[in-house]
């Protein structure tokens, strides 16, 4: 696989229920990386993961964000109890072990929240 | 603390036309990454460029051109002879080079739309 899948690609939840996203990156690349870009912004970063650790979180994810990468591989973004501030686009990134300042990231097309 | 600006929040242009979109960042390291991403309505980012702090050298590649000047910590794009297929969301992004992991800061972003 060439590029960075995330699924499902839209989702429409009501306020107050959990909510889960996936992630499957180059399967050679080892870094993994969450973005949430809200309307009219630019992505900011929630959280990073290095293989299946995750070395970084960003104060945007609150508790009621977790997010996991067992074995390494793909990646999940759940929310529970989600808040309409929560409707965004969460978007996947995945680098190279070499440097993500290699090649830049590659980002996937993202998941659309919408909660209502 | 990192900060990108794109000033310009959209910027709307004729076929053919040439147009320079604005990055201004702020950062107090002295080793650093700025890129610059493509966001097409599809919402898949698409990494365009990067380049370090240390290596001021301008670069083009095809109708793309970037200009880089640390005295006025800028980071300009300019596309020559706009094309329909051009009209996208472009964002500006900085990362420090420390760590190797840190995330990206983004800008807000320039909407450019490119009429035939």
């Known amino acids: 696989d060439t590029g960075v899948s995330q699924d499902p690609r839209h989702k429409i939840t009501k306020r107050g229920q959990n909510v889960t996203f996936r992630c499957d990156p180059i399967?050679?690349?080892?870094?993994l990386y969450w973005y949430r870009q809200t309307l009219g912004q630019g992505p900011e970063f929630l959280t990073y993961?290095?293989?299946?650790?995750?070395?970084?979180k960003s104060r945007l994810l609150s508790d009621r964000f977790s997010a996991e990468r067992p074995k390494g591989s793909f990646s999940t973004l759940e929310i529970q109890r989600t808040e309409q501030g929560d409707s965004a686009m969460y978007l996947c990134?995945?680098?190279?072990?070499?440097?993500?300042?290699?090649?830049?990231?590659?980002f996937g097309s993202g998941t659309r929240l919408t909660v209502v | 603390a990192q900060k990108v600006t794109q000033a310009q929040t959209e910027i709307s242009v004729v076929e053919k036309e040439d147009v320079t979109l604005d990055c201004v960042y702020e950062?107090?390291?002295?080793?650093?990454?700025l890129f610059w991403y493509k966001q097409p309505p599809s919402g898949e980012l698409v990494f365009l460029i990067r380049?370090?702090?240390?290596?001021?050298q301008n670069e083009i590649s095809g109708r793309y051109s970037w200009n880089f000047q640390k005295s006025t910590s800028s980071f300009n794009f300019t596309i020559t002879a706009s094309q329909v297929v051009d009209s996208a969301v472009y964002f500006c992004?900085?990362?420090?080079?420390?760590?190797?992991?840190?995330?990206?800061?983004f800008g807000k972003g320039t909407r450019l739309s490119v009429i035939a």
């Open positions: 990134a995945n680098s190279p072990r070499s440097s993500p300042y290699d090649y830049g990231y590659t």
């Open positions: 380049r370090n702090s240390f290596d001021e």
């Open positions: 399967s050679e690349h080892n870094r």
């Open positions: 993961f290095q293989n299946e650790a995750q070395l970084e």
């Open positions: 950062t107090r390291d002295t080793t650093y990454y």
């Open positions: 992004a900085l990362s420090d080079a420390h760590s190797g992991n840190t995330p990206l800061v």
